[in-house]
């Protein structure tokens, strides 16, 4: 990171997690550039922030926020990929090939398009560092979770792909696996289960935070599990 301000960059920046990455990193003085879809969530963002309405699925829109964002801050000094989304499916002799391209879309393909929009300007500036989002449940198939779990394991293989590539050119790039994150549609769904072991979402956050920072700089590739009290 640079000696001055830092500016990262949030995508999913509306969910639960991608609030608490941005309550982090304003907290620790950085300038923040917000994606998430829609415009009811920017009005929440923050003054300080440059909260920009982003169909993640596109990439013109994405690489027009990235230009939106370097021309208010001149550069990106990390990217936080939050943007995915989970869902349980039928088995896998019954998933529809929508239904598996959705989950593709949603986790891979969002995190692609944020990705060749940011690294060159990160090549361009000497360095720079990258958090992606997994899961556990990538680790291994489940019922019920193959397009999910498949989704996601594509994430942990581009991202140790793109610290190969990256590394020798000062971009730090890692992966965190988060559990099950206590966000109030998890509690919706599951409401028999304690929320207190899952993984909370600022905790979480903290996790994402230390990537991008210097005292992270010797770690690339890495697939960090983290798994709250669930085991």
Same mark, same amino acid.
């Given at each position: 990171?640079?000696?001055? /301000?830092? &500016?990262?960059?949030?995508?999913?920046?509306?969910?639960?997690?991608?609030?608490?990455?941005? &309550?982090?990193?304003?907290?620790?003085?950085?300038?923040?550039?917000?994606?998430?879809?829609?415009?009811? *969530?920017?009005?929440?963002?923050? $003054?300080?922030?440059?909260?920009?309405?982003?169909?993640? !699925?596109?990439?013109?829109?994405?690489?027009?926020?990235?230009?939106?964002?370097?021309?208010?801050?001149?550069?990106?000094?990390?990217?936080?990929?939050?943007?995915?989304?989970?869902?349980?499916?039928?088995?896998?002799?019954?998933?529809?090939?929508?239904? *598996?391209?959705?989950?593709?879309?949603?986790?891979?393909?969002? !995190?692609?398009? &944020? =990705?060749?929009?940011?690294? /060159?300007?990160?090549?361009?500036?000497?360095?720079?560092?990258?958090? &992606?989002?997994?899961? =556990?449940?990538?680790?291994?198939?489940?019922?019920?979770?193959?397009?999910?779990?498949?989704?996601?394991?594509?994430?942990?293989?581009?991202?140790?792909?793109?610290?190969?590539?990256?590394?020798?050119?000062?971009?730090?790039?890692?992966?965190?696996?988060?559990?099950?994150?206590?966000? $109030?549609?998890?509690?919706?769904?599951?409401?028999?289960?304690?929320?207190?072991? *899952?993984?909370?979402?600022?905790?979480?956050?903290?996790?994402?935070?230390?990537?991008?920072?210097?005292?992270?700089?010797?770690?690339?590739?890495?697939?960090?599990?983290?798994?709250?009290?669930?085991?």
């Amino acid at each position: 990171m640079s000696a001055t /301000p830092p &500016t990262v960059m949030i995508t999913g920046a509306a969910g639960a997690l991608g609030q608490a990455v941005s &309550t982090h990193f304003a907290s620790v003085g950085a300038r923040r550039v917000l994606l998430d879809r829609g415009d009811a *969530w920017r009005a929440d963002a923050g $003054a300080d922030a440059l909260a920009i309405s982003t169909d993640l !699925l596109d990439p013109a829109s994405v690489a027009a926020a990235v230009g939106q964002a370097l021309e208010r801050c001149g550069r990106i000094d990390a990217l936080c990929a939050i943007a995915g989304g989970f869902a349980m499916g039928p088995a896998v002799h019954e998933t529809s090939a929508d239904d *598996w391209q959705r989950m593709q879309d949603i986790n891979v393909g969002t !995190l692609l398009n &944020t =990705i060749r929009a940011v690294v /060159p300007p990160m090549l361009a500036a000497g360095g720079g560092r990258i958090v &992606t989002v997994g899961a =556990i449940g990538a680790l291994h198939g489940g019922a019920r979770m193959a397009a999910y779990s498949a989704a996601k394991g594509a994430v942990i293989r581009v991202t140790e792909a793109m610290s190969d590539e990256l590394r020798e050119h000062g971009i730090n790039v890692n992966c965190v696996l988060p559990s099950i994150i206590d966000t $109030a549609a998890n509690r919706a769904a599951m409401p028999d289960a304690d929320p207190a072991l *899952w993984v909370a979402p600022r905790d979480l956050a903290s996790v994402v935070g230390f990537l991008c920072s210097d005292a992270a700089r010797a770690i690339h590739g890495a697939a960090i599990p983290v798994r709250g009290l669930s085991g």
